[in-house]
């Protein structure tokens, strides 16, 4: 409705005089909304709108739109609820997103394949909103349409040498008086017909690779053949479903499906790798193989000895077997390359007696005396079992507590004087 259109007596309803409905300031007020969509003309006592009421922007698709007013009346204070009722009017036409859709459809598809198009929207309700599609009439496609979705459904086959290209408009109208439509072309492009994808010699490659491989140490070639001729035959090769930490360590060559190292091969850090493989053929068809790579460990890391606990200095009076330290050895590396042989040097009262796991005990094996020794320097040696074996020494420092075990002793038996 246009602006100042009546909508109906207030006065009238209310069953007021004119001079009443002026003194008593009538007037309107509206909830939750800064516009105002109607006032009262106090000359006639009609409520006339004063702003375009657009139901789309009001409700969207809500299938009642309701505006409520507060009409206020003073002296006395009275309130009187209006609810206005905004009907549709057919004032959208349907649209599709997109002016022009592009699609890529083989000439190998079946008859009756179906293809999906995006719906046109009305932002009308009801008979107003989108009600039929047209399809223009062309040799190989009908239109299949049902309350969810809008179809092409391919009737006659494709053929590429014939026509590559079909151009089809699509119409969508809307069941307001008038009636508006909105349309669309649909632009297919015929593809020629890549009916074999590539074909791997095997689906699970299996490799072996020593740790520290220096890069382009090659790994494993896959291969894989496809029966077509031409773009259509011609594979290349790519890395697919490699994680994060992997994905600078192998590279391979797009045609010949060689596999290297590119990366640091630590087999401390990860002891297998497990990837697939893409092959795909000059139109885009895939197929898929899976790498595994065991990585072999070499003896590359030097056990490590840890002091964990030192009773230091040690009493000169303590019995023999008395632990005075704990060690612990560790190595990085695997079986043999970490098993490891624990010594001390000769020549001291101490020895090491092996415990729980890698942890070695360091105890004293005769009687101690700081007036002949009062400190030790005791090196231990741990060496693995790896060809060649890896050894690494830590030195403990160890003194000599004093005990009053020497009385005082005169340099002469008797003096004479």
């Keep these: 409705m246009k602006r100042e259109s009546v909508i109906g007596n207030i ?11 002026s003194s008593r300031k009538a007037r309107v007020d509206f909830e939750g909304t800064r516009k105002r969509y109607c006032d009262i003309n106090l000359n006639t006592g009609d409520l006339i709108t004063s702003e375009r009421m657009d139901r789309e922007s009001l409700c969207g698709k809500k299938p009642s739109c309701v505006v409520k007013i507060d009409l206020v009346l003073e002296n006395p204070l009275e309130l009187q609820r209006v609810t206005l009722h905004v009907q549709d009017v057919n004032d959208n036409s349907p649209k599709f997103k997109k002016q022009l859709i592009e699609m890529e459809i083989s000439e190998s598809a079946d008859k009756g394949n179906r293809f999906s198009i995006e719906e046109a929207h009305d932002a009308d309700i009801g008979q107003n909103a989108v009600q039929r599609y047209s399809l223009q009439k062309n040799g190989n496609f009908i ?3 049902d309350s969810n979705k809008v179809e092409l459904v391919l009737e006659n086959t494709l053929d590429r040498e014939k026509q590559k290209e079909i151009n089809l408009l699509l119409t969508a109208l809307d069941g307001g008086s ?8 649909i632009h297919v492009t015929v593809l020629d017909a890549n009916d074999n994808a590539p074909v791997f010699s095997q689906a699970v490659y299996k490799a072996s690779l020593p740790e520290n491989s220096p ?3 090659k790994v494993i070639t896959v291969s894989a053949t496809d029966a077509d001729e031409g773009v259509n035959g011609d594979v290349t090769y790519d890395l697919s479903h490699v994680s994060d930490d992997d994905v600078n360590v192998f590279v391979i060559d797009a045609k010949t499906g060689e596999i290297k190292v590119s990366g640091l091969i630590d087999f401390e850090e990860s002891s297998s790798f497990e990837m697939r493989v893409e092959a795909k ?3 885009g068809l895939t197929s898929y193989a899976k790498v595994i790579i065991d990585v072999t460990d070499m003896n590359d890391n030097a056990p490590v000895i840890y002091l964990k606990s030192l009773t230091n200095p040690i009493p000169e009076n303590v019995s ?6 704990i060690i612990n050895v560790q190595d990085r590396d695997s079986e043999n390359n970490r098993q490891v042989r624990c010594s ?8 090491l007696v092996p415990s729980i796991k890698n942890y070695y005990s360091l105890v004293t094996t005769g009687q101690l005396d700081r007036e002949v020794v009062s400190d030790y320097n005791i090196t231990i040696t741990a060496t693995d079992e790896g060809s060649p074996p890896l050894s690494s020494s830590k030195t403990v420092q160890l003194s000599v507590a004093d005990i009053n075990d020497n009385p005082p002793v005169f340099e002469e038996q008797s003096y004479s004087a």
């Design 178 to 185: 008038p009636q508006r439509s909105g349309t669309v072309v």
């Design 320 to 325: 023999p077997g008395t632990e005075v330290g």
């Design 281 to 283: 053929d000059g139109l």
């Design 344 to 351: 001390i040097q000769q020549n001291v009262p101490f020895k």
């Design 11 to 21: 006065a009238k309803d209310l069953g007021l005089d004119l001079r009443t409905l």
């Design 143 to 145: 239109l299949a349409v």
């Design 215 to 217: 890069p382009d140490t």
